[in-house]
């Protein structure tokens, strides 16, 4: 099972919005609703920040958002501010009832 | 309150096998639904998907290191166990735990533990 493909970095201005993809296959992100997103700050544990494609967990910034076409999730973060550094990862549930993680987008505030 | 914590060794000598315990509170993993997954991050990484076990023992692995690995549950001490066989210097990782599900719990990765890091080196 491949990698969830992501830019290796995304950066933007404080308030603007950034878009960061996730690009898979119809056998993961393609074929499920099931694409999460974790933001990890340096030496710290990934956490949830998107689950099922859209769906925000309580607490977490309505800045947040996550959708969905074909084989490609994106997680869009607007009004961007400085404690939104920090790698972001997409994870899909797969067709062999698998878990998959993509290689991470640095988020740099510029 | 959901917290799961990583506890074993943070170095082992290359070809030995690694024992993680995975001790978590706030779930049952003999809730219908429920699993723990266990998940690594080399440093300045990537996490990568290892293994989970579901409420009713069903076990799901990573095909690439499925040879390797071995993922138990003692639901009566709140415990997971990650054995992994002949550790090489590329298994040097963070190693976490976490709480995930099924469709009906919840498929992502919604309370991880702190981490653990392992070291591989003679």
């Known amino acids: 099972q491949s990698a969830l493909t992501q830019p290796a970095s995304v950066s933007g201005s404080p308030g603007q919005s950034i878009t960061i993809s996730c690009t898979g296959t119809s056998s993961d992100v393609g074929g499920y609703n099931y694409v999460s997103w974790y933001q990890q700050h340096p030496g710290k544990a990934p956490k949830l920040i998107i689950s099922?494609?859209?769906n925000r967990p309580s607490g977490v910034s309505n800045r947040f958002s996550g959708s969905k076409s074909g084989n490609t999730a994106s997680l869009t973060i607007s009004g961007l501010q400085a404690e939104d550094e920090a790698d972001y990862y997409c994870s899909s549930y797969t067709s062999s009832r698998i878990r998959v993680f993509g290689g991470g987008t640095k988020v740099t505030v510029l | 309150q959901i917290t799961l914590k990583e506890s074993g060794p943070t170095l082992v000598k290359p070809t030995q096998t690694l024992t993680l315990t995975c001790t978590f509170s706030?779930?049952?993993?003999?809730?219908?639904?429920?699993?723990v997954a266990w998940i690594r991050q080399p440093p300045g990484k990537a996490p990568e998907w290892l293994v989970l076990i579901y409420w009713d023992d069903d076990k799901r692995y990573n095909p690439s290191l499925k040879s390797r690995l071995t993922i138990t549950k003692d639901t009566s001490k709140n415990q997971v166990v990650l054995t992994m066989t002949n550790m090489d210097p590329v298994d040097t990782a963070t190693y976490y735990c976490a709480h995930t599900g099924n469709a009906n719990i919840g498929i992502y990765f919604g309370y991880w533990g702190q981490g653990t890091l392992v070291t591989v080196s003679s």
């Open positions: 099922d494609v859209s």
């Open positions: 706030g779930f049952s993993l003999s809730t219908s639904g429920v699993g």
